[in-house]
């Protein structure tokens, strides 16, 4: 004899994803103002103390820039790094203020 099959209709819970709106936020444009302080110690004691301010600027693709403008509240010309989100290449900014005629460089 064979057995009877019962079959019965399961219904699943409906998962609702609520992550997916975080992403987002990513992608909006945002620039801010940025302070960075490094204490170095020895010995127990602070030996030295630097701060540098700048600017942070990130694209809508995701992509970010991080420019230093200030170092101990002497406005100086400062390097930057750029994240292009895109090809996913780092690169290190230098800025050269009063280079152009300097003959060393080749009149750039």
Request: glycine share 12%; aromatic share 4%; net charge positive.
């Amino acid at each position: 004899m064979i057995g009877s099959l019962q079959m019965k209709k399961v219904r699943l819970p409906a998962i609702l994803l609520l992550g997916v709106s975080g992403a987002v936020a990513q992608r909006m444009p945002v620039m801010a103002r940025i302070r960075e302080t490094t204490e170095s110690l020895g010995s127990g004691t602070r030996v030295q103390k630097e701060i540098r301010e700048g600017i942070y600027l990130r694209m809508r693709d995701g992509s970010t820039l991080t420019h230093w403008t200030r170092f101990n509240g002497v406005e100086k010309p400062g390097t930057g790094n750029l994240l292009n989100n895109s090809t996913l290449h780092s690169y290190l900014l230098l800025t050269c203020y009063g280079i152009h005629g300097n003959s060393r460089l080749g009149g750039l």
